[in-house]
């Protein structure tokens, strides 16, 4: 299994490398050609161009995890609607570790 994130702040970051082993893009859509069906991606819902990229990510039959502010509802029903797991930011650290563990 290969964790490829798209997580700019450096915090969440840290975060998700304790977790698990991650290569991280520098913009949403460099997700795409490199995403296989083996991979686990993980994305912040609430940076610019995520949303856009989701269909495609998910469409690879790669397991998509996205994490937003508990406040932007319409983001995390927008990004479930594709086929990403999508969380609040908090249940998603809480339970980042488990959700790496294959």
């Known amino acids: 299994m290969t964790v490829l994130a798209y997580v700019p702040?450096?915090?969440?970051?840290?975060?998700?490398?304790a977790a698990a082993p991650a290569t991280f893009v520098t913009r949403p859509a460099d997700l795409v050609p490199t995403v296989t069906g083996d991979d686990v991606v993980?994305?912040?819902l609430g940076r610019p161009g995520v949303l856009d990229v989701l269909p495609a990510l998910v469409a690879t039959g790669a397991l998509v995890l996205g994490f937003g502010s508990h406040v932007e509802r319409t983001t995390l029903e927008e990004?479930?609607?594709t086929g990403c797991r999508a969380m609040p930011r908090s249940?998603?650290?809480?339970?980042?570790?488990?959700l790496l563990t294959p």
């Open 42 to 44: 993980v994305v912040d």
């Open 9 to 17: 702040d450096l915090m969440d970051r840290s975060k998700v490398s």
């Open 79 to 81: 990004a479930a609607a």
């Open 91 to 98: 249940q998603f650290f809480r339970s980042l570790e488990a």
